[in-house]
């Protein structure tokens, strides 16, 4: 039960690890201009997305408008666009597979062995969703960051990180915590081995006379 119990909580902590990248890469707060420095401009606040910019003003209208062409967006958008892209996708195949090697279902109950080997690579993709989710938030808010040091950009033309970027990082934590327990919990093979006791070899006629 114990085993059980773990698995099942790996699972619900990689499931809203799913939900978490999936808002992360649809919001479009991945990184919010920036009013340090002697930018005060306060009227108008500027979000950048993965899919589209938008423009809120101060009376409360949002504005959004979707990127025209792929070719003119920049690297990191469409690297990070891309991996998100691949780590939701990985993370819904690894929903479906560590399903069917949970102890708590009916698939595959009768054969032990199999079962766990099906849990184990739910959870291994899992860890490689969340791997690929962290390396493409922490590179987008790495340009953010490097951008925002930088001398020869405008002040105007600054930002900060995004809502998003925070919900993808805790995305990314909670499918890899989740996909380690589920790669934890499967026994080795030699934990489910078991050997018969050891019996005494039959006596041989006249080998107790001396």
Same mark, same amino acid.
């Given at each position: ?18 939900? *978490? ?100 690579? *739910? ?27 930088? @001398? ?44 018969? @006791? ?13």
């Amino acid at each position: 039960m114990a085993n059980a119990g773990l698995q099942l909580l790996g699972y619900i902590l990689a499931s809203l690890g799913l939900l *978490g990248l999936i808002a992360s890469t649809a919001m479009a707060e991945w990184k919010i201009s920036s009013y340090a420095g002697d930018n005060i401009i306060t009227a108008q606040a500027m979000y950048e997305g993965l899919w589209q910019s938008c423009v809120s003003q101060s009376t409360g209208q949002l504005q959004c408008k979707v990127y025209d062409s792929l070719l003119q967006i920049p690297g990191e958008v469409q690297g990070t666009r891309a991996l998100m892209i691949l780590a939701t996708f990985l993370c819904g195949i690894a929903l479906l597979i560590a399903a069917v090697g949970m102890k708590c279902t009916t698939c595959l109950s009768d054969n032990k062995e199999q079962k766990n080997k099906v849990a184990l690579a *739910g959870g291994v993709l899992f860890v490689i969703a969340g791997v690929c989710a962290l390396i493409a938030t922490s590179w987008y808010g790495e340009n953010i960051r490097r951008k925002f040091f930088d @001398p020869f950009t405008p002040t105007n033309a600054r930002y900060e990180f995004g809502k998003a970027l925070y919900v993808g990082w805790g995305a990314s934590a909670l499918t890899v915590i989740g996909g380690s327990m589920l790669c934890c919990n499967c026994p080795s093979k030699a934990a489910g081995k078991t050997f018969p @006791p050891p019996t005494r070899a039959a006596a041989r006629p006249g080998a107790e006379r001396v």
